[in-house]
């Protein structure tokens, strides 16, 4: 957009944040560190000297663990690096457009849960576990699901669709894993747009060369 | 805490170089700073820069890039395009306020 060529040189001794522009502002033609830095590319990940990358594995379709990763991937395109997420498994169900929207958070399996609000009624109580046994009871997952649903707006943290649109927006690539979306038989029309394609694992591993990869 | 001085103009800065004082930002010192990093401020980058600073009064926090979509009414999209590469940190650095510390 307005970038010009019009840089000024802050004085000396100037303090100012790192921005990471440096290594991305197109050096001039002719500069030959840029050209043999560009010819080393794709040899192998001990030969990447891209700009940082960052790759998601989302594996979980949990309201709970969806979240970590699109946070992390959101701030990540904040800091100006490149960010690939890959849905696979139970992860699919978060770019299913048919599914996204109704994630579900249960404390069965949890042993971590335990109420800020209860310490309200005993000091100490907001420390306590829950006993396993109550997120079997009927209706349990629902009422832990709004209520987290609930503190998370509080927090001012979008839905998981909007925070695709966010993701999306903000220029994240999004992937789903081919061999999972046939298994749970999705179709294309049910993925969020945002994602750019089902591809193999493989694809997803070339893609992923010279990332950090974080699997969740 | 140490300063800077940028054409003839004096302010105090943290240990990045974010302003610490809100009053001594105008958009005059936001332009200079903005040729530092490459940037031509447009009407625009300012509309922005204007916006984060009457949020960040009533909040008492930068805004987070989200809340500049969802308060301000900023398209993400042209965020990215106008302050390539960190938007959030850039729009911070150069309406004078602190680094945002918002995850979303």
Same mark, same amino acid.
Request: proline share 6%; glycine share 10%.
């Given at each position: 957009?307005?970038?010009?060529?019009?840089?000024?040189?802050?004085?000396?001794?100037?303090?100012?944040?790192?921005?990471?522009?440096?290594?991305?502002?197109?050096?001039?033609q002719g500069n030959?560190?840029?050209?043999?830095?560009?010819?080393?590319?794709?040899?192998?990940?001990?030969?990447?000297?891209?700009?940082?990358?960052?790759a998601f594995i989302?594996?979980?379709?949990?309201?709970?663990?969806?979240?970590?990763?699109?946070?992390?991937?959101?701030?990540?395109?904040?800091?100006?690096?490149?960010?690939?997420?890959?849905?696979?498994?139970?992860?699919?169900?978060?770019?299913?457009?048919?599914?996204?929207?109704?994630?579900k958070f249960t404390?069965?399996?949890?042993?971590?849960?335990?109420?800020?609000?209860?310490?309200?009624?005993?000091?100490?109580?907001?420390?306590?576990?829950?006993?396993?046994?109550?997120?079997?009871?009927?209706?349990?997952?629902?009422?832990?699901?709004?209520?987290?649903?609930?503190?998370? /707006?509080?927090?001012?943290?979008?839905?998981?669709?909007?925070?695709?649109?966010?993701?999306?927006?903000?220029?994240?690539?999004?992937?789903?894993?081919?061999?999972?979306?046939?298994?749970?038989?999705?179709? /294309?029309?049910?993925?969020?747009?945002?994602? /750019?394609?089902?591809?193999?694992?493989?694809?997803?591993?070339?893609?992923? /060369?010279?990332?950090?990869?974080?699997?969740? | 805490?140490?300063?800077?001085?940028?054409?003839?103009?004096?302010?105090?800065?943290?240990?990045?170089?974010?302003?610490?004082?809100?009053?001594?930002?105008?958009?005059?010192?936001?332009?200079?700073?903005?040729?530092?990093?490459?940037?031509?401020?447009?009407?625009?980058?300012?509309?922005?820069?204007?916006?984060?600073?009457?949020?960040?009064?009533?909040?008492?926090?930068?805004?987070?890039?989200?809340?500049?979509?969802?308060?301000?009414?900023?398209?993400?999209?042209?965020?990215?395009?106008?302050?390539?590469?960190?938007?959030?940190?850039?729009?911070?650095?150069?309406?004078?306020?602190?680094?945002?510390?918002?995850?979303?």
């Open positions: 957009m307005s970038t010009t060529t019009t840089r000024t040189t802050p004085p000396e001794g100037f303090i100012m944040p790192d921005f990471g522009d440096r290594g991305r502002t197109p050096a001039p030959g560190a840029t050209a043999a830095a560009t010819a080393t590319q794709g040899t192998g990940a001990a030969a990447y000297s891209g700009p940082r990358k960052m989302c594996s979980k379709g949990n309201l709970d663990m969806a979240y970590p990763a699109l946070i992390m991937g959101n701030a990540a395109l904040g800091e100006g690096v490149e960010v690939h997420i890959f849905f696979t498994f139970w992860g699919l169900d978060i770019i299913n457009t048919k599914t996204y929207d109704n994630l404390l069965s399996g949890n042993t971590a849960m335990h109420m800020p609000d209860l310490g309200r009624l005993r000091p100490g109580l907001e420390h306590v576990s829950m006993p396993q046994a109550m997120g079997n009871l009927p209706g349990m997952t629902g009422f832990a699901t709004r209520m987290m649903k609930k503190q998370m /707006e509080e927090m001012e943290i979008p839905s998981i669709p909007d925070f695709l649109d966010l993701l999306q927006a903000s220029g994240a690539h999004m992937y789903a894993c081919r061999l999972t979306y046939d298994m749970m038989k999705m179709i /294309e029309a049910d993925l969020h747009p945002g994602v /750019e394609g089902v591809i193999s694992a493989g694809d997803f591993i070339d893609i992923a /060369e010279g990332a950090q990869v974080v699997f969740v | 805490m140490p300063t800077n001085t940028l054409n003839g103009r004096t302010f105090e800065v943290d240990t990045e170089g974010f302003l610490t004082r809100r009053e001594d930002w105008s958009e005059d010192l936001a332009t200079d700073l903005a040729a530092l990093i490459d940037l031509e401020l447009s009407e625009d980058h300012l509309a922005t820069l204007r916006f984060m600073r009457e949020d960040s009064a009533t909040t008492g926090v930068t805004p987070t890039l989200r809340r500049m979509q969802t308060v301000g009414g900023f398209d993400i999209k042209t965020l990215f395009a106008l302050y390539p590469g960190k938007p959030a940190k850039k729009m911070a650095w150069l309406s004078g306020l602190p680094k945002p510390v918002g995850c979303v």
